[in-house]
T-cell receptor, first 117, second 113 residues
Framework: NAGVTQTPKFQVLKTGQSMTLQCAQD?????MSWYRQDPGMGLRLIHY???????DQGEVPNGYNVSRSTTEDFPLRLLSAAPSQTSVYFC????????????????FGPGTRLLVL | DAKTTQPTSMDCAEGRAANLPCNHS???????VYWYRQIHSQGPQYIIH???NNETNEMASLIITEDRKSSTLILPHATLRDTAVYYC??????????????FGSGTRLQVQP
């Protein structure tokens, strides 16, 4: 298993540009999520999905869109990049979201480092 | 989530056991204890979890006290690659999705050669 993969590893954008961060998992996990991690801060949840066709907002959804057309893929779209979106973005997945224990163990991708100028 | 308290930093000699404590005195009966770690510039990595009983896997052992108010993560033979920040997290079942995985400040483990 490749686990959770993310592309690209690093990206530089200009203010106002749009882009899509890719995330894929091959573990047949129902739950997928996007976090951002800023220096000196913890993880903040952007959007999440509990299954194909179902998405919902996390704590900091503004400026980001997601879709979940397949179980495997959960792309994150930046609509109009701003310097405040400079961060490291992590995608995570887990088998489920409601039953606790090992079903809610989250597996993270390697991250995408985004710099918005 | 129940509040957790961990030491800010610890050192361990390579090849020795690393024992990382966590205090979670307000834990409730349906809350699990999870341990994750984050090696510099990498994504967080799941290590182990437990509810009441002690647990062991290929990476580590988790010892939970009988009153569940504290736990210890044990890395039996620490290597330089185990240098990372270790996070103890207490979560109730069903929290995934509704709330972000909150890492807190964690314990920075430095494995010395």
């Amino acid at each position: 298993n490749a686990g959770v993969t993310q592309t690209p590893k690093f990206q530089v954008l200009k203010t106002g540009q749009s882009m899509t961060l890719q995330c894929a998992q091959d573990m047949n996990h129902e739950y997928m999520s996007w976090y951002r991690q800023d220096p000196g801060m913890g993880l903040r949840l952007i959007h999440y999905s509990v299954g194909a066709g179902i998405t919902d907002q996390g704590e900091v959804p503004n400026g980001y869109n997601v879709s979940r057309s397949t179980t495997e893929d959960f792309p994150l779209r930046l609509l109009s990049a701003a310097p405040s979106q400079t961060s490291v973005y992590f995608c995570a997945s887990s088998y489920g979201a409601w039953t606790g224990g090992s079903k809610e163990t989250q597996y993270f991708g390697p991250g995408t480092r985004l710099l918005v100028l | 989530d129940a509040k957790t308290t961990q030491p800010t930093s610890m050192d361990c000699a390579e090849g020795r056991a690393a024992n990382l404590p966590c205090n979670h005195s307000t834990i409730s009966g349906n809350e699990y204890v999870y341990w994750y770690r984050q090696i510099h510039s990498q994504g967080p990595q799941y290590i182990i979890h437990g509810l009441k009983n002690n647990e062991t896997n290929e990476m580590a052992s988790l010892i939970i006290t009988e009153d569940r108010k504290s736990s210890t993560l044990i890395l039996p033979h620490a290597t330089l690659r185990d240098t990372a920040v270790y996070y103890c997290i207490v979560r109730v079942a069903g929290d995934t999705g509704r709330r972000a995985l909150t890492f807190g400040s964690g314990t920075r483990l430095q494995v010395q050669p």
